[in-house]
T-cell receptor, first 113, second 115 residues
Framework: GNSVTQMEGPVTLSEEAFLTINCTYTATGYPSLFWYVQYPGEGLQLLLKATKADDKGSNKGFEATYRKETTSFHLEKGSVQVSDSAVYFCALSEVDSSYKLIFGSGTRLLVRP | DGGITQSPKYLFRKEGQNVTLSCEQNLNHDAMYWYRQDPGQGLRLIYY???????QKGDIAEGYSVSREKKESFPLTVTSAQKNPTAFYLC??????????????FGDGTRLSIL
């Protein structure tokens, strides 16, 4: 079945450092890909998405490119802030009529001042 | 503002009790979902519903039940058959158009604990 694999955390960075969180997927067909962010004690918020190969999703300085050849959707940010500390989830949509999402296990990011 | 409201934020259950978690959305979304999140883990799908009066089991439906009598409401009951109910429960909703690029919108969750 379809699956999503994320790098294990926590990822600890200093403020203004470059961020990469790896995400790879296994899927039949051409799923849409998403990054969600979860702040402590809250639900998930959509960060960005990409719907087809070579699409780049971007939001709030975060970017991710849909790479079909490497089945990857890595999240990047050029300069992280303390406020970016959260858990980040990569997800793909099932390519059927269920509209279900398959989530990775999440990667915790801690940004130190 | 449109959104998804989950209540209560914290819920405590005694052994042998059923409890119901509320989820209401005013986004006019067709589909609604319930997920369970355990510490340090991703989200696992419990139940989902694409239309009123219809719902399907997700990956971990045992010990849970749902209803979808209204488009905006999708309550989840955690029954006494669920042996390990302590978790963070998240409700979500989305459109159901032909393509699959509709993101899901999430509530702020309900944390359920066993007394």
């Amino acid at each position: 079945g379809n699956s999503v694999t994320q790098m294990e955390g926590p990822v600890t960075l200093s403020e203004e450092a470059f961020l990469t969180i790896n995400c790879t997927y296994t899927a039949t067909g051409y799923p849409s890909l998403f990054w969600y962010v979860q702040y402590p004690g809250e639900g998930l918020q959509l960060l960005l998405k990409a719907t087809k190969a070579d699409d780049k999703g971007s939001n709030k300085g975060f970017e991710a490119t849909y790479r079909k050849e490497t089945t990857s959707f890595h999240l990047e940010k050029g300069s992280v802030q303390v406020s970016d500390s959260a858990v980040y989830f990569c997800a793909l949509s099932e390519v059927d009529s269920s509209y279900k999402l398959i989530f990775g296990s999440g990667t915790r990011l801690l940004v130190r001042p | 503002d449109g959104g998804i409201t989950q209540s209560p934020k914290y819920l405590f259950r005694k052994e042998g009790q059923n409890v119901t978690l509320s989820c209401e959305q005013n986004l006019n979304h067709d589909a609604m979902y319930w997920y369970r999140q355990d510490p340090g883990q991703g989200l696992r799908l419990i139940y989902y519903s694409q239309i009123v009066n219809d719902f399907q089991k997700g990956d971990i439906a045992e010990g849970y039940s749902v209803s979808r009598e209204k488009k905006e409401s999708f309550p989840l009951t955690v029954t006494s058959a669920q042996k390990n109910p302590t978790a963070f429960y998240l409700c979500a909703s989305s459109w159901t158009h032909r393509n699959s690029n509709q993101p899901q919108h999430f509530g702020d969750g309900t944390r359920l604990s066993i007394l």
